[in-house]
């Protein structure tokens, strides 16, 4: 099994900053992509970044220039540096990571248990 902890959330006035982590543990061969995604009251989850193993990023429009993902490979940590934060950006933020367990050569994914960010105008 594969566990993912997210920490970082909280509250902040627009314009603000935040920084979340999240560590993956368990049966962990290696680590494709990690990523993380978010979901307000009464909409879709959706993505905001994603990083690839080999540091490739990707970001939501609404996030570019602003959000900033990187990862640590040897601690299985990916984090996500959140500038300029609107109200709009008010979301429970979840991390995902497509794993190669060491029990089986097929990718999983996995999610954490969310982490709230709330964003005050």
């Known amino acids: 099994q594969v566990q993912l902890v997210e920490s970082g959330g909280g509250l902040v006035q627009a314009g603000g900053s935040l920084r979340l982590s999240c560590a993956a543990s368990?049966?962990?061969?290696?680590?494709?992509?990690m990523g993380w995604y978010r979901q307000a009251p009464g909409k879709q989850r959706e993505l905001v970044a994603t990083i690839t193993s080999g540091g490739s990023t990707n970001y939501a429009d609404s996030v570019k220039g602003r959000f900033t993902i990187s990862r640590d490979n040897a601690k299985n940590t990916v984090y996500l540096q959140m500038n300029s934060l609107k109200p709009e950006d008010t979301a429970v933020y979840y991390c995902?990571?497509?794993?190669?367990?060491?029990?089986?050569?097929?990718?999983?994914?996995?999610w954490g248990q969310g982490t709230q960010v709330t964003v005050s105008s």
């Open positions: 995902r990571a497509v794993v190669v367990t060491t029990t089986s050569s097929r990718t999983y994914q996995y």
């Open positions: 368990g049966s962990i061969f290696s680590i494709n992509s």
